[in-house]
């Protein structure tokens, strides 16, 4: 599928594939088409064997500003209901694959709603994120007032939702909703690092234990832990348990396949 508004990239490094935001001059507002491509290439990616890492990324300028709002602004509720624009945005969430967003610049509304999907969060020195929706009389509606809240608090994200203020990248750190800041000349360069790490792990494990992290966010603590010790009974059913093991007994490295 040829894309208009992403572009995708699989030869930036071993095992990773690369989506990038383009809409540049509208700070990579997050329209219906744009949404349909991350779709569309999150599900190609997750069929490729070759593929262990995603990272989704934006310019230096901004990951994303939003939902589209020329887009939305005169729609009605019927319009929302029958279009359902965050049908489509469930595919990041059901993508296999971790998936890591390398922020810069702006992240805002569904920009960071769709960070905060992905599994891990790079972001650069001038990153900014916040859930603006409440200056334009609407409310974040692709996991703002969940996701949020699960990661930083209620505190925090009660200011943030109730009176649109951004946050900048440290305090983003400090408050748990990413995993690094770094400067801007390397954002992208430490994402690839950190994809790269996860690469290397087995395929098998890696989804499995991606499986578990998330079924902390919408399970009770035995539910999670019944369903943590199935996958870890799992594991043993893969060549890359066998081989990771024998690797260690043996002092060397291991190679993973994936199966
Ligand atoms: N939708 C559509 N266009 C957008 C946009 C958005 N979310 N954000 C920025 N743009 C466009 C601007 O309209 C402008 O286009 P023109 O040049 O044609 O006028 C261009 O991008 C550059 O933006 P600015 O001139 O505003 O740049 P700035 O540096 O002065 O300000 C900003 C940057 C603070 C991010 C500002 O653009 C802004 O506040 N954007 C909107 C942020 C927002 O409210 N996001 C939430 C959207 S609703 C949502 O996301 C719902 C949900 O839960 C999914």
Redesign the pocket.
């Known amino acids: 599928m040829a894309y208009e508004y992403i572009i995708t990239n699989t030869n930036i490094q071993p095992h990773i594939a690369l989506i990038q935001l383009n809409r540049p ?3 990579n ?2 329209n219906l088409q744009l949404m349909q491509e991350i779709k569309h290439a999150l599900l190609e990616f997750d069929n490729n064997d070759e593929v262990r890492c995603i990272i989704i990324t934006g310019n230096e300028r ?1 990951f994303a ?8 602004e005169s729609r009605t509720a019927i319009d929302m209901l029958k279009i359902d624009q ?1 049908e489509t945005w469930d595919q990041i969430r059901k993508t296999k694959k971790p998936v890591i967003a390398a922020v810069s610049g ?1 992240c ?4 960071c ?1 769709l960070a905060m999907t992905c599994d891990m969060i790079v972001a650069s020195e001038t990153a900014k994120f916040g ?3 409440i ?2 009389a ?5 996991g ?1 007032t969940q996701r949020l809240t699960k990661a930083v608090g209620k505190a925090l994200a009660m200011e943030m939702v109730l009176t649109g203020k951004f946050i900048s990248a440290e305090e983003a750190l400090d408050a748990g909703l990413i995993n690094r800041v770094v400067p801007e000349e390397v954002y992208l360069d430490e994402a690839l690092k950190l994809a790269a790490e996860v690469a290397q792990q087995s395929p098998v494990a890696v989804r499995l234990a991606k499986e578990s992290v998330l079924k902390a966010f919408d399970s009770g603590l035995q539910e999670g832990l019944y369903f943590e010790r199935k996958n870890f009974y799992m594991c043993f059913a893969s060549e890359d348990q066998k081989e990771g093991m024998k690797a260690f007994v043996e002092k060397r490295k291991p190679e993973f396949k994936g199966v």
Do not use: H, R, T
């Open positions: 001059k509208e700070l507002a997050l901004a500003a939003g939902a589209d709002i020329k887009q939305m965050f702006f805002l509304g569904g920009g709603e859930q603006p929706e200056k334009l609407i409310m974040p509606g692709a703002g």
